[in-house]
């Protein structure tokens, strides 16, 4: 797992690198995931620059993007997308209510379609994110990455580990707050709940995003775009 800038960004990283389905593998300095990024200077710019990494997928609400920008909002040298994905970042208010939030996302189909689109349609490397990068980044990248044929049990991994590059901030929001931590660190059973809501009510990932109305020309385009054939 490929992570950028560390010192000025807990959670940006590549999710390319997992193994695919068909003898394939997620193709790498495509598809970078992250937290709102805020503290990058010049030289970390330039670099994604270098790396063709120019179009830009906030994922937050209205209010989120007005108090805290991001870098790339008004940088001309990058695309900037809006899609505000459904729960516009809202604390649940007990950790079992997490998949429910999650759910919530899901459903916001019109959204979804919007940002599979993006990665269909993009001419550069795209990065995406919210404010931690966590809840809405992670969900969005769970979709990409079952669409991909990863293993779902790389799919949580990936996710989790947020938990970890989040910790210190984790631990400092919640100050101590037991059941406030729980709810805000990421925990393997409500992605796997989120995989198997999927796979119940949709059959399975494709399923699922042509009832948000992506074509299976689409989803084929994606994966070409995205995965590499192992030698």
């Known amino acids: 797992m490929k992570r950028f800038f560390i010192d000025k960004i807990e959670n940006m990283r590549d999710i390319g690198g997992y193994n695919a389905s068909e003898n394939k593998k997620v193709k790498e300095n495509l ?3 992250s937290n709102v990024p805020i503290n990058l200077g010049n030289e970390e710019i330039n670099i994604l620059k270098q790396m063709n990494l120019r179009t830009i997928i906030d994922l937050r609400s209205d209010d989120e993007i007005k108090n805290k920008p991001s870098v790339f909002m008004k940088n001309q040298e990058f695309y900037f997308n809006h899609i505000e994905i459904n729960g516009k970042g809202n604390l649940p208010k007990e950790k079992n209510a997490v998949l429910d939030s999650y759910i919530e996302m899901l459903e916001g189909k019109e959204q979804i379609k919007s940002f599979f689109n993006i990665l269909n349609e993009a001419k550069t490397g795209i990065i995406y994110y919210c404010n931690a990068g966590k809840d809405r980044t992670g969900v969005v990248t769970a979709l ?6 990863v293993d779902r049990d790389e799919i949580v991994q990936d996710y989790l580990a947020s938990g970890v590059f989040l910790k210190d901030m984790l631990q400092s929001y919640s100050k101590g707050q037991k059941d406030l931590f729980n709810i805000i660190n990421p925990r393997s059973e409500t992605m796997y709940g ?3 809501y999927i796979d119940k009510k949709y059959s399975n990932i494709e399923g699922y995003l042509h009832d948000c109305g992506l074509s299976k020309e689409i989803l084929n385009s994606i994966k070409n775009r995205y995965t590499i054939i192992v030698e």
């Open 144 to 149: 990409i990455l079952s669409l991909l044929g």
């Open 194 to 196: 989120l995989l198997d």
């Open 31 to 33: 598809l970078i995931r």
